[in-house]
């Protein structure tokens, strides 16, 4: 067992200024809440977080981090409070024991690869500091080595979840040997039988593997003293799962694997470690394709090192690691190394640069000068767009973030979605607004007789949901429009004395359904109801060209000028599918004029809309509630454009330039003046102008003006 000396002894090795009352007052704080408290092995609990908090102080972690290992149990298992520990250690230490008991209360249930990496994200967006995963690494590993006093079904189910969840987590971080000993002793667990025939084969050549590692350790330092170079050479045996995963990929025995042992050459700066790569290919035949620079191009982790795999001696495989100490360093510790990088010296924030997943995982809350307060400032951000919430069965859902218990509802099922009326979330009833946060267990309630609102496109933000809000919204007014578009039919019809009834029975609505290139008679009424038709155009369909001419003559003038009142403009200006007496307006977004690229757009009640073809408005409207519309070139129509005069600030050019206007036989029907702290006047009219010819002679016209700087039509 630890004792609280060899924990002191530890942290003072690296932080001699270290307070080491704050950790001696934890212990007896501990010892104390956790008294009379035994382990399944029948040890005094006290043993786990004490061995706990020495493989933080392995890791040269700060004095908080230790102290919450030593008390990261105290909530969940005594009758400690956050609040009590606050006032006894501070807040950044209550914190830190929050975060690892908020982590520790979830109960992972890991069916696939994907299941589990979405859990792994979770565990580091839960983490609002990155030393609660760190505490919570150091947990699980007491954790494992203490593993036997476990039942077997006990065992196999946290060995799984350790090599699915906090194996990659720590790899994840750059811890490679506390990531190595997690998958050794899960390994032993999921697959005993097979881990001890392989650690039985490679004990038996123990003895030859270390005589092998001197002799090439021997060779290098020699060639390393020619060279005048200086460095340690040492070799390191694989960890069994490796070795396991290598029989299993290349489908070999263990005899087949001839790189067992990694020899490790570290020197003391990057020139030397190409240095010291020429030197092992000079000496021994280097294998094609076995050369990886993670110097130049380092691992997501922050590992850097070269590696190159050898012929060497006796004709063996040989695979050699060259790197810096440093380098070593972070390799071993990962993110651990890096706050106490240069301890007690001023922060290199250039060092940081060198790890582009640091750059993702940090939030710098400001300005950094030490290394312990790098530490109290670093911050999980990386996955900030996500959120991972449970449902009730156990299953992680991910949603970007902002996304709210109307998203959960969707990604069940189209019709929970549907009938979603409410929430319950980590078992409190929440509004259907509410923004799901990391690890939230959230219920969804339906009724059946609830239906989806257009407000909820407003809130929801996965695309699944405002698809399927979409697609119902778009059914029922469907559904509405056929019923509008049959109300109009039916009062149309009777002013020519039809039955709509009687001419669907006998087909005549079909028929005319087919020559508009639809499929049902629902769909004429559907289009008749949302704009598309008019009625008109339907009994054109249906009736002798000698009948319609006559009611045509009776309506046309008083249509006319109600159309004429309506648009403030010739209905004639544009042409529809080729029918000229639908409802049109002209956007005001855009202001089109003839010879303009346009597009209509249908707004049920409120006939076709033109805009420009690259009208953002437009582009932005559904598309299918637009229309192929063109200029009636036979019919000139005046429509107002803005344009903006840019000119010096001089006596009589504004004259001048309304003067130009009207040489153009161009009206002024509105204009607003500005005048500018630099004697520039910034000048917009809106002109009335009957085609784009014409609007660019009233432009030309202007910019020939002495005086003016620029002339630009006005899009908004």
Not at 244 to 257: E, G, L, T
Not at 265 to 285: A, F, P, Q
Not at 379 to 403: A, H, I, M, N
Not at 627 to 647: F, H
Request: charged share 30%; with cysteine; proline share 4%.
């Amino acid at each position: 067992m630890i004792r609280l000396n060899d924990i002191l002894d530890k942290v003072v090795t690296y932080n001699p200024v270290a307070d080491l009352d704050l950790i001696r007052k934890a212990y007896v704080y501990c010892a104390k809440v956790h008294q009379g408290q035994t382990r399944l092995s029948g040890e005094p609990y006290l043993v786990h977080p004490m061995e706990v908090a020495g493989v933080l102080a392995d890791l040269k972690l700060d004095v908080p981090t230790v102290v919450t290992g030593l008390l990261h149990d105290t909530i969940e298992d005594t009758l400690t409070t956050r609040e009590e520990l606050e006032g006894m250690f501070g807040a950044e230490v209550a914190n830190l024991v929050d975060g690892v008991t908020k982590i520790g209360k979830i109960h992972f249930k890991t069916k696939e690869e994907s299941q589990a990496e979405n859990f792994r994200k979770m565990l580091l967006a839960m983490a609002n500091d990155i030393r609660v995963i760190l505490v919570k690494l150091a947990d699980r590993l007491h954790n494992m080595r203490t593993l036997q006093y476990q039942p077997e079904p006990k065992q196999r189910s946290i060995s799984r979840e350790t090599l699915d969840i906090y194996a990659p987590l720590a790899n994840r971080l750059g811890i490679s040997w506390i990531k190595s000993e997690l998958e050794d002793l899960s390994f032993r667990y999921l697959e005993p039988q097979i881990y001890y025939d392989l650690a039985s084969k490679v004990a038996k050549k123990k003895k030859e593997r270390e005589s092998y590692v001197e002799e090439v350790r021997q060779i290098i330092v020699s060639k390393l003293a020619e060279h005048d170079l200086k460095g340690d050479v040492f070799g390191r045996s694989k960890h069994l799962y490796s070795i396991w995963r290598k029989m299993q990929a290349r489908n070999v025995d263990i005899d087949q694997i001839y790189d067992l042992v990694a020899i490790r050459v570290m020197v003391n700066d990057i020139r030397e470690c190409y240095e010291v790569l020429g030197i092992i290919h000079s000496t021994w035949k280097p294998i094609p394709g076995r050369f990886k620079d993670y110097i130049a191009m380092p691992k997501g982790n922050m590992y850097q090192s070269l590696h190159t795999t050898v012929i060497g001696p006796h004709g063996e495989r040989m695979e050699v690691q060259i790197r810096t100490s440093d380098m070593h360093r972070v390799a071993e510790a990962g993110i651990a190394a890096h706050w106490k990088y240069k301890e007690g010296k001023g922060y290199d924030e250039k060092e940081v640069k060198r790890f582009a997943w640091l750059r993702q995982l940090l939030e710098w809350q400001q300005e950094l000068q030490d290394s312990h307060e790098f530490m109290n400032t670093v911050k999980v951000e990386l996955f900030p767009e996500e959120v991972y919430v449970f449902t009730p069965r156990g299953d992680v859902k991910s949603f970007p973030k902002g996304s709210t218990p109307i998203d959960l509802a969707y990604t069940i099922h189209t019709d929970i979605g549907h009938r979603c009326v409410g929430a319950k979330v980590n078992g409190k009833l929440v509004p259907l607004k509410y923004e799901l946060k990391n690890g939230d267990i959230v219920e969804v309630i339906t009724s059946p007789h609830h239906t989806p609102s257009k407000d909820w496109l407003k809130i929801v933000k996965s695309s699944r949901a405002r698809n399927k809000i979409r697609a119902w919204i778009k059914t029922e007014e469907r559904v509405r429009s056929i019923s509008l578009g049959k109300e109009i039919l039916e009062k149309e019809f009777r002013r020519y004395s039809l039955n709509l009834a009687k001419l669907q029975k006998a087909g005549e609505i079909k028929r005319v359904a087919s020559e508009f290139g639809l499929s049902t008679d629902d769909d004429v009424m559907a289009a008749v109801g949302y704009g598309k038709l008019s009625a008109n155009q339907v009994i054109g369909k249906l009736l002798p060209e000698e009948k319609l001419q006559e009611r045509q003559e009776q309506k046309e003038s008083r249509i006319g000028k109600m159309i004429g009142k309506l648009t403030g403009s010739s209905p004639s200006a544009i042409q529809i599918g080729g029918v000229d007496d639908v409802l049109v307006r002209f956007g005001k977004c855009c202001n089109p004029v003839p010879g303009d690229d346009i597009i209509g757009f249908i707004t049920r009640g409120r006939g076709v809309t033109i805009h420009t073809a690259d009208c953002p408005v437009a582009l932005e409207n559904d598309p299918e509630r637009r229309i192929a519309v063109t200029w009636n070139r036979e019919r000139k129509a005046a429509l107002p454009v803005k344009i903006r005069v840019s000119c010096h600030d001089q006596k009589g050019i504004l004259a001048n330039i309304t003067q130009a206007i009207t040489d153009c036989e161009a009206n002024i029907s509105s204009a607003s003046i500005q005048s500018t702290v630099d004697k520039r006047g910034v000048n917009i009219f809106e002109v009335d102008v009957t085609d784009l010819d014409h609007l660019k002679r009233v432009m030309n016209n202007i910019m020939k003006l002495s005086g003016v700087i620029s002339v630009e039509r006005m899009k908004n």
